[in-house]
């Protein structure tokens, strides 16, 4: 019982944390509209690429911690490039960089790691609570809490000093949460032998349902930005 509550104590600050530091990281849009001038049609072909290059990267990060059996050591790896890279947007601003391209490469790289973090830490925390018999739903809540409390907060006191600063408040965000998931004792999993299976590239872009959702990802992150 006592080890229940500590997990889900555990996970709660977790998924507040976390997900407190992603709130700084819905400004992209506004930053380069707003602040840099850059057109819709630009701002979401920009935002469809990194998409795309994370439903991909989703899938090796996915492939990485089940062979190493650790979602954490993955979980880290990914949230600590991730943070890096936000903190890209505040120097960018302070070197004067405006121009397209630096975007272009630094926009995309940011999907890149951030967005296999929010499968990584669910498959860790479904991991930990499941022999407990938690109800992940609890937990979950807590990162809810997270981002509207932080949305708040950034949008009433830190983007009204400059838009830059919200993707500092993610970098800033991402250290002590680095700092206590690797204070958090991960279980074991054993990593599975399997057969090596050739990865056949061109049935995946064959598929139906894969291209369909390629194509809506594409229409809906370039209607998004318009």
């Not at 979980?75 to 600590?80: E, R, Y």
């Not at 907060?153 to 250290?175: D, G, K, N, R, Y």
Request: charged share 10%.
């Amino acid at each position: 019982m006592q080890d229940a509550r500590r997990l889900i104590i555990r996970f709660s600050i977790i998924e507040f944390v976390y997900y407190g530091a992603l709130a700084g990281g819905n400004y992209i849009t506004n930053y380069l509209s707003g602040d840099l001038g850059f057109s819709s049609t630009v701002i979401g072909t920009v935002i469809a690429v990194g998409s795309l290059l994370a439903m991909a990267s989703s899938l090796v990060f996915g492939s990485i911690s089940d062979r190493l059996g650790s979602s954490r050591r993955v979980l880290v790896f990914c949230c600590g490039s991730a943070g890096v890279l936000y903190l890209m947007f505040p120097i960018f601003h302070l070197l004067g960089l405006r121009t397209l391209l630096p975007f272009c490469l630094l926009i995309p790289a940011v999907y890149l790691f951030r967005v296999p973090t929010m499968a990584l830490l669910d498959s860790w925390c479904n991991t930990e609570i499941a022999p407990h018999g938690i109800n992940y739903g609890l937990i979950r809540l807590w990162g809810s809490a997270g981002f509207s409390i932080c949305s708040i907060l950034i949008s009433t006191f830190v983007v009204t000093i400059h838009t830059s600063l919200a993707f500092l408040w993610t970098f800033v965000a991402f250290v002590p949460l680095i700092i206590y998931v690797l204070r958090v004792k991960e279980t074991v999993v054993p990593v599975r032998k399997t057969q090596k299976e050739k990865l056949q590239l061109g049935k995946l872009f064959k598929n139906y349902y894969f291209m369909s959702y390629t194509m809506l990802t594409l229409a809906t992150n370039v209607h998004t930005a318009i």
